[in-house]
């Protein structure tokens, strides 16, 4: 069994839910064949978010951490590549705090690639029927913050552990007066149970093209 921790966030600006937490928490109770999975509900706030990510992975000791959020209008499952050491908020995180241009962990690296195999997951995710994406930008909100969190952490303290961050689009119920991209619930759930056995048995990604032009 490989113990895989997955995260998700608690609604933030206004929403009611977040199909990240909705979707974790579906996937933790019902894990693929040889995956023995927890979930774990993080604030969307900056500092805190992160030591409740420290608090868990010590409680579980995973061997693999998936982290997934939110990407309103986003039209598909978005693997993250890279975690970059800035926070610079374009909204008011959970508790009110807005830090501009500022870093994550100062004097750290610039960046993190992900440790997850991020192709052979986006192919695995495509070949259940549902659409995948490498992305190359996490943003500068809470979750670039925890995924580079989670990176800094897995590079100084826990090198038995790989991890790396996953987004979502807008659950349906979210978009009913609005026009932007959804998925379902279900799909989404399916999509995670897919990266996590992917992760557990990749250990080298696929080489395949998954950049961009802009």
Known sequence: MTRVLLT??????????NPSWQAVRAAAAEPPAG??????ELPCVYGASIAVLRAAIEEVRPE????VGQAGGRPDITVER?????????????????????????GGPAAYFSTLPIKA???????AGLPASVSNTAGTFVCNHVFYGLAH????????V???????????????DRSQPSLPSEAVTRALREIALTAARTR???????GATH
Do not use: K, M, W
């Open 64 to 67: 693999i951490v998936v982290c």
């Open 162 to 176: 790989r991890g790396g961050f996953v987004h979502v689009p807008y659950a349906p119920e979210q978009v009913v």
């Open 35 to 40: 995956i023995e999975a927890s979930a774990i």
């Open 8 to 17: 998700g966030f608690a609604p933030f600006e206004g929403e009611s839910l």
């Open 121 to 127: 997951c986006v192919a695995a995710v495509r070949a």
């Open 153 to 160: 952490l897995i590079a100084t303290e826990l090198p038995g």
């Open 82 to 106: 890279l975690a970059v050491n800035v926070d610079d908020a374009r909204i008011p995180d959970a508790s009110g705090a807005e830090p501009i241009d500022e870093a994550i962990v100062p």
């Open 204 to 210: 080298t990604d696929i080489r395949v093209a998954g």
